[in-house]
């Protein structure tokens, strides 16, 4: 049986190590190595990235698009989990659940875009509404996204494990640009006109991540309520492996009236819940930021891509 050849250009960081680890439980992958002293290597990137059948790119923007630029193969798939090209023309958004062909476009594509892990969990709860026509294209809707430290990246994870901190101890927003780097790809892949106001929330635990949005039913589409809107969710991810939809007010979703961020950790996962009474729904979509937030949404791409199982390795 040939293998396929992967390559992970930053392999270093915690997306790439992440992705390297789901992908040493597989015997169908060659992955493919950069010596230690030749990882700003232009030349030697190049090579490996054009060897590969998959190369992820798991680098800040400017060095991704370098990276992209690097590949002359028409036959190598890109899988860039930066923010550099979610929006861009010409790369698939790679959210397989996002919409019926989705998986089509994946498989057809040579250059895919990770969804950002604050993004995946507000799409998932937000498009098939805004398909179903319940939430109007144009409704200002705002979004709270609680999250692990780990999102930040090596140098957060670094001063939230040091310890020694008290101002690390209680949850912290940030985003307060109005301006967070998932929201382009929020509003592109939503259908969504209106740009959300957004508010992230970094707190003391590793992974996990939550976005609640509040819905209020006078905004909706007439006769709306949260059976609609759970209907709605659950018609659109029924019978999908990675995504499930709880039923409407789920008490077993509740630990003594309390939501757990981190149900979904160490899954590929997403799980999407609605809480209601007579007037006001709130939509909450939980995932493992490292999982179906980063590097599982990205080997599950690879998956759809390559034509195999969608959950090797996952």
């Known amino acids: 049986m040939s293998r396929y050849r992967i390559f992970v250009d930053g392999q270093e960081g915690t997306t790439g190590l992440r992705i390297h680890e789901m992908l040493a439980r597989r015997s169908d992958v060659e992955v493919l190595l950069i010596d230690a002293d030749k990882r700003k290597d232009s030349a030697e990137r190049a090579r490996l990235l054009n060897a590969a059948d998959v190369a992820f790119l798991c680098l800040p923007d400017a060095a991704a698009k370098e990276a992209a630029a690097l590949v002359t193969n028409p036959n190598t798939c890109l899988i860039d989990a930066s923010t550099a090209h979610r929006t861009v023309a010409g790369w698939t958004f790679g959210l397989p659940e996002l919409a019926a062909g989705q998986r089509a476009k994946l498989r057809e594509s040579k250059r895919i875009a990770n969804p950002g892990c604050h993004a995946s969990a507000f799409i998932l709860a937000l498009r098939p509404l805004v398909d179903a026509g319940l939430v109007p294209a144009a409704l200002p809707l705002s979004a709270t996204s609680i999250t692990g430290y780990s999102g930040g990246g ?112 160490d899954s590929n996962r997403c799980e999407i819940a609605v809480f209601a009474d007579a007037q006001q729904a709130i939509v909450i979509a939980r995932l493992d930021n490292l999982g179906k937030g980063a590097s599982g949404a990205a080997v599950q791409s690879m998956n759809v891509h390559l034509g195999l199982d969608e959950g090797l390795g996952l």
Do not use: W
């Not at 670094?158 to 790809?185: D, F, M, V």
């Not at 019978?239 to 630990?255: H, S």
């Open 154 to 265: 090596k140098s957060m994870i670094a001063e939230y494990q040091a310890g020694g901190n008290a101002k690390l101890e209680s949850p912290r927003p940030y985003g307060l640009t109005l301006a967070h780097k998932h929201i382009p790809e929020m509003l592109a892949h939503t259908g969504l006109t209106t740009k959300p106001v957004f508010m992230p929330i970094v707190g003391n635990f590793y992974k996990g991540l939550a976005v609640s949005v509040p819905l209020h039913f006078s905004q909706l589409a007439p006769g709306t309520d949260g059976a609609a809107i759970q209907r709605a969710l659950a018609q659109r991810y029924e019978g999908e492996r990675f995504v499930k939809v709880l039923p409407l007010g789920d008490a077993a979703a509740l630990d003594g009236g309390f939501f757990d961020v981190q149900a979904c950790n």
